[in-house]
DNA sequence: CGACCATTTGATATGGATCAAGCGATGTGG
DNA sequence: CCACATCGCTTGATCCATATCAAATGGTCG
C-alpha cells in the first residue's frame, strides 16, 4: 500500500516555463521541487495511495477519476497547465490520477508544503485557497450534472474556450469517453450533442478534437 | 409532531458545549461569538451576499442551495448541529442558506476569523480543514448524481442515519422536496423509491418523517 | 493495404419526469 | 364540533430524454 508510485522523474527537460496568466498558487515555495514527466494515460498517482507529492501542471491535461462500484468511470477533474492538484488535508489521495497525454508536472512533497504551512500564515492561505477553488468547481459540477446533456455539453465547452481557446478554437486534449465521464453522459450523447451543435452552427468541427466556437452567446444562453 | 428543542430566539443563552463528537473545528475561536435564532423557512443568509459570519448550528437544520435558471433549486448542502457553513475563501457567499426548521447558530463574524488566521497557523490549518470536508462532500455528492433514484436515496439514508439516527430510528428534519433538490430528483420519485424500499422491508416509514433503518446491509449494497 | 481504435449514426428500450388525481393530517371559521 | 380548506405526501398514467445495443465511418499507423 504504501511505496513506489510508478513516477519516475525524469531527467530534466527543459521545460519552458509554461506559466499561465492566472494567480500563481504555492507562490512561496514555487521554485521549489523538480519536475516529472509522464507519457499518455500513464497513472501519476492512485486513489487512497498516501499523498506524497502535490503537483502542478507544467504543461498537458491531467484528470482525476474513481471508478464506481458499476464499473463506471467518474472523472472528477481536468487539470491544466497552471492548475494544482493532488493536494489533500488527510495523508491519501481521494482520487487517482492519469496524464491524458504527454505531461510535464513540476511536484513538491506535500510533508514540505505542509511544514511551511505551520510557519507561515500566508503559505498556510494558499493551502486555503487551492481547495476552496476544488471546492468551487466540485459545486459547479454538482449544478452541471442536473441540467439536460446540451447545458452540460455547453457549460464544458464555455468552461474549455476559456482555459485554451485562441481565436475561437480550441484543440481538446481529452477523448469523448473523458468527456462523457466528466459529464455524467454516454459517448453516443457527447456524439449527437456536438453533431446537434453543429447542424446549429453553434461550433463547428473541423476535426473531431477541434472545436470553433461560432456562437458564444448562443452557448451561454443554453445554460441560462 | 413535537421533535424540535424548543429553543427560544432569547438572547444571549450561555450555551454549553455544543459538542459534536466530530473535530471541533474553529476551536481556537470557538468560545467567541454570539448566537442567532431562524424560524423556519428563515434567510440566513442569500447568495452573493457579502459573507460577513461563520456560522456552527448549534441546533435545528440548515439547508443551503441555489436556484438554477430554469426555476429550479438545487440544494447544497443539510447542516446539522456541530456543522460549519458559511464559510468562503473570498468574500461572498456562493449559495444562500436557510433554516430548515426553528435553528440556532453560533456565529462568528469572517473579519474575526481571518484575521486571526493570518497570526495563528493553527488556526489557518482550521479553514483549510473545514473548506476541504465541504469539497469531500462535494466531490461525493458529483459521485451520486450519476448513480440510479434507488442509489441516491439509499446514499441520502445512509448518511442521515450516520447523523442522526438513534437505535436505527431517525427523524428527518427535511421535506420530500428538500431531499428531492438535494438529490436532483423529483419528489414524485423520491416518495415512490421510499415506498419502494418499505415493501422490500429495507426501510420502515411509520410516518413521512421517520425513518426506520431495517436492512441496512440493502441499503449499502443498493450502491455495492 | 489492412487492422485497429475513436467517433458517429441508427434503432430501440427504459428510468425518471411530467401531468393529474387522491389521501391523510392539521388547522380554521361558522 | 364539524365542514372545509390547505398542505405535504403518495399513487397512477403517460411521455420523453438519454441509455443501450448495434453497425457504419473515418482516421492512424504498421
Not at 116 to 137: G, V
Not at 183 to 209: K, Y
Request: hydrophobic fraction near 45%; aromatic fraction near 6%.
Amino acid at each position: 500500500m504504501l511505496m513506489q508510485t510508478p513516477i519516475r522523474p525524469t531527467a530534466a527537460l527543459p521545460v519552458t516555463a509554461t506559466v499561465s496568466g492566472r494567480p500563481v498558487a504555492l507562490g512561496a515555495i514555487e521554485l521549489m521541487g523538480s519536475q516529472m514527466s509522464f507519457a499518455a494515460n500513464e497513472e501519476i498517482f492512485g486513489e487512497n495511495e498516501p499523498c506524497e507529492y502535490v503537483y502542478k501542471v507544467v504543461s498537458g491535461a491531467v484528470r482525476t477519476y474513481k471508478i464506481l462500484a458499476d464499473g463506471r468511470r467518474q472523472i472528477g477533474g481536468f487539470y491544466l497547465a497552471g492548475d494544482t492538484f493532488g493536494l489533500e488535508v488527510g495523508t491519501e489521495h481521494h482520487f487517482s490520477a492519469e496524464a491524458i497525454n504527454k505531461v510535464v508536472v513540476r511536484v513538491v512533497r506535500r510533508s514540505a508544503i505542509v511544514a511551511q504551512a505551520e510557519r507561515d500564515c500566508e503559505a498556510a492561505r494558499e493551502l486555503w485557497t487551492i481547495t476552496a477553488r476544488e471546492l468551487k468547481s466540485a459545486q459547479e459540477r454538482m449544478l452541471l450534472l442536473v441540467k439536460s446533456a446540451p447545458q452540460r455539453l455547453a457549460c464544458f465547452l464555455l468552461e474549455m474556450s476559456a482555459r485554451l481557446a485562441v481565436a475561437n478554437t480550441l484543440e481538446l486534449p481529452m477523448s469523448r469517453q473523458d468527456i462523457a465521464d466528466y459529464l455524467g453522459l454516454t459517448i453516443e450523447t457527447v456524439s449527437r450533442t456536438l453533431t446537434q451543435l453543429v447542424s446549429d452552427a453553434t461550433i463547428g468541427l473541423p476535426t473531431s478534437r477541434r472545436i470553433v466556437v461560432r456562437n458564444r452567446s448562443a452557448l451561454a444562453e443554453l445554460n441560462a
